[in-house]
């Protein structure tokens, strides 16, 4: 994972108080509806928890940087945007509120 962290403008969203959620995703990805979901949820749920999604086909960069080779990929940032995790695939609820419980 970079050892930079990423700044709002980098995500062009603000970072979470406690943690955020990167989801990154493609626009023809049925698992990532799936995962944008289960985050929007913990979100809705959780204070001071954010989920910011970008398109790999958009960020390239934020793709490239994270060795994004399938989607959906969920990198848990810090307050500060530095990356404290990564989740393959489709979290689930529990993974989810698991990160944070854990993390944040």
Do not use: Y
Request: overall charge negative; some cysteine; glycine content about 6%.
């Amino acid at each position: 994972m970079p050892a930079a962290p990423l700044t709002a403008a980098d995500l062009g969203a603000p970072l979470g108080d406690r943690l955020t959620f990167l989801q990154f995703s493609t626009g023809f990805c049925a698992p990532c509806r799936a995962a944008r979901r289960v985050l929007d949820r913990v979100v809705d749920t959780s204070e001071g928890v954010a989920h910011v999604e970008v398109d790999v086909a958009d960020h390239a960069e934020l793709a490239e940087r994270f060795a994004v080779t399938a989607t959906p990929l969920v990198v848990v940032l810090d307050p500060q945007g530095a990356p404290l995790a990564r989740l393959a695939g489709v979290p689930s609820l529990a993974q989810a509120r698991a990160a944070v419980s854990t993390l944040g």
